[in-house]
């Protein structure tokens, strides 16, 4: 009986509930040494169950429980086990968090744990007290450092800034790693938050929406460093947060001509230089710019068709209607002529005078 629960319980057939409604906390079976190896390699937890002196070796036993659940420190006295440090230091491997369980009295090297922690579990600062460790900024910095895979996992914000020397540095290593973390940096904490927000801006142009005007004194400077980075940027920008809106307009569809779709005709002097630049950057641009809005719509069609595409999805001759050029069919021979197969795809037969040929002139480009 005592073989078959080992085996089902390794097989992972059994589970802890089942184990402990059908096994009491007195029953011999817990004084069986195969029998809890078997339960705790898979419940690290039910360490909570062993007694140091009911089995053979407890230290195994410790060990594969926190190997298994880090978080089963908590149940494991320093003194019934023989080497507690390197017990401990399994148990923050495995989880992170097991260190809140730990007393600093109870090992020898708590900032060689401290830190194994935080480059595990960047969190786990939160539950490290500054005067626990010797040095606590480099702890900070290796916290921030371990890449956050959401803004939720922002190691920054369980650091206070009285609780380490340069908080400047740090903000600066965090945004450095994720931008994202500056939510969690108050300007009236740091020196220089322009800085800041420039190398915020720098990496990602779209995180301007994550500065306030009022918080940085050249916002223009950081509209124009946001704009080189990603011309998309351009959508977060106010005309009239900006000096000259129309140069950092043209610096946006120069940087990427799809940020056009974010810049009001209304909003700049010569839309029509724009239009232009925005197309010669990226074909593509022509879907968001209305034949009303242009000169002459037929001339940037033609630029927009010409601008060389990479596959049958960028063709720019689908994003162009018969109806808003003077003459489609000298449009569609020179979409064929310059990507072939990949443009013949968006023109329709009756839209054209002489569909065949210029079936046969886009097999011969393609």
Request: charged share 35%; aromatic share 10%.
């Amino acid at each position: 009986m005592q073989t078959k629960i080992i085996a089902q319980i390794k097989a992972g057939v059994l589970s802890l509930r089942y184990i402990l409604k059908d096994i009491s906390e007195n029953s011999p079976l817990w004084k069986d040494q195969d029998f809890c190896m078997a339960v705790v390699q898979k419940h690290g937890l039910a360490i909570s169950f062993v007694k140091k002196e009911d089995v053979k070796d407890y230290d195994a036993l410790a060990m594969a429980a926190v190997q298994r659940d880090g978080q089963a420190i908590t149940y494991i006295k320093k003194e019934d086990v023989k080497d507690y440090d390197a017990l401990a230091m399994a148990a923050v491997q495995k989880d992170g968090w097991a260190i809140q369980f730990i007393k600093k009295e109870d090992f020898k090297d708590y900032d060689a744990l401290a830190m194994a922690v935080v480059q595990k579990n960047w969190r786990a600062i939160k539950f490290i007290k500054k005067e626990d460790v010797k040095d606590y900024d480099a702890l900070a910095l290796a916290a921030v450092q371990e890449h956050p895979w959401s803004i939720e996992k922002a190691a920054i914000q369980y650091i206070k800034k009285e609780d380490v020397k340069d908080y400047d540095a740090l903000a600066m290593a965090a945004v450095q790693e994720d931008e994202l973390t500056i939510q969690f940096i108050k300007k009236e904490d740091v020196k220089d938050y322009d800085a800041l927000a420039m190398a915020v801006v720098q990496k990602d142009g779209w995180k301007i929406q994550l500065i306030k005007k009022e918080d940085v004194k050249d916002y223009d400077a950081l509209a124009w460093g946001a704009v080189k980075e990603f011309g998309q940027a351009i959508t977060y920008i106010k005309k009239e947060d900006v000096k000259d809106y129309d140069a950092l307009a043209m610096a946006a569809v120069q940087e990427d001509g799809l940020a056009i779709q974010f810049i009001k005709k209304e909003d700049v002097k010569d839309y029509d230089a724009l239009a232009w630049d925005a197309v010669q950057k990226d074909g593509w641009a022509i879907q968001f710019i209305k034949k009303e809005d242009v000169k002459d719509y037929d001339a940037l069609a033609l630029a927009a068709v010409q601008e060389h595409p990479q596959s049958v999805e960028t063709a720019a001759i689908q994003f162009i209607k018969k109806e808003d050029v003077k003459d489609y069919d000298a449009l569609a021979w020179a979409a064929v002529q310059k990507a072939g197969w990949a443009a013949i795809e968006f023109i329709k037969k009756e839209g054209v005078k002489d569909y065949d040929e210029l079936v046969q002139v886009a097999h011969g480009n393609t």
